[in-house]
């Protein structure tokens, strides 16, 4: 039995108690992943940042706000998992300070001091057991396949799946998947049910049946 | 005939393609308003960011993405509505630049430099026509009432609705109606339909009646 986790969803920094820095992933990829995952008879269990959209109800879903929650949670749940999927967009940057009330508008600018969060797959893929295995997401604007193969490295991932910003908030997807050795291993473009299916099988065969028919 | 815009839910400001600011209104209480506006035979406009949320299918819907949008579409619309109902949450802070690729992460802080957008309810508020009205919302974490007030003015509302952080992305609000005079005018509590009903009872008896009465 593999069990999976997946991350899925953006996550939210708050400024104040009600301005905070965010972005527009809706959690369907993760959700789709899910769905595929569990298609294949694995165990899943899903960290989710706030999103509209439901989860295959097979799967085990934990509810999150921060990235520092993310991590809490994926923190707890890797260890009793086989491999996670990175699918969440988490914030990366949050507020040095965050204000209490709600800041005032004064007519000056607003210096806002962002520092990075902790990265939640490079904290989950760079330490985990030799039977575990780590996919990372990387949505990149420019320069794409370079930055993801060096996130790869980076994030101790065995592979990395790259998608576009028009990913965002859409019902469809293209994507390559990447090796540690930085060659390109699948693509896909459509739903991103069907997407979700390809990512799975690639995981399927390169991550999950080689290490079980390890004795 | 009477015919109110209604602005709603949050705006999203962007940092660079996949990042930005906002907040977690969810367009529930402007639904609710336009509901409620609809029931009594008016005509209602809604100008909504980014929401989940279905309207009223007898409202004219148009949706927006940042704060300069919303003000853009609420120009156009303003001069042909009797009044404005300002329930969105608009973000009301922007980054002075906006990055064409997604921001690097390079371990160091990040400096973001953040001005004010235009106020959408103070621009239309104080440029109104005689015959035109404008309410306003305020959400406040302190000193309430005061600071709705001051908004008031500030803005030239006629009405300034009051309610917490608590209201966000909630089911149920708890308001209370200021007037111009500075007196509590009618309060409500329970689901944001209900509470809706009575913002348009308040608006109703204090703002179109005597208007449309006067010859």
Chains 1, 2 share one sequence.
Request: aromatic content about 4%; hydrophobic content about 40%; overall charge negative.
């Amino acid at each position: 039995m593999t069990r999976i986790l997946i991350t899925s969803g953006p996550t939210r920094q708050f400024i104040d108690p009600v301005r905070y820095i965010s972005n527009a992933s809706s959690g369907q990829m993760g959700s789709c992943l899910a769905g595929a995952a569990l298609e294949l008879g694995h165990q899943v269990v899903v960290v989710s940042g706030p999103v509209q959209i439901d989860y295959p109800s097979d799967a085990e879903l934990i509810r999150v706000v921060s990235t520092e929650e993310m991590l809490e949670a994926c923190r707890d749940y890797y260890p009793l998992c086989d491999g996670l999927i990175g699918a969440a967009a988490p914030c990366d940057y949050r507020p040095v300070e965050v204000a209490n009330h709600k800041i005032r508008k004064t007519g000056q600018a607003l210096d806002l001091k962002l520092i990075e969060t902790e990265d939640v797959v490079a904290t989950l893929g760079c330490s985990k057991q030799p039977h575990q295995w780590t996919v990372g997401f990387a949505l990149e604007t420019e320069d794409a396949r370079f930055r993801a193969l060096t996130k790869l490295i980076r994030k101790c991932c065995d592979l990395v799946v790259i998608n576009g910003v028009e990913a965002i908030d859409s019902s469809e997807n293209s994507i390559e998947i990447i090796s540690d050795s930085g060659q390109v291993v699948a693509t896909a473009t459509g739903t991103k049910a069907s997407v979700a299916r390809q990512v799975l099988a690639t995981i399927e065969q390169r991550l999950i049946v080689p290490k079980s028919s390890t004795p």
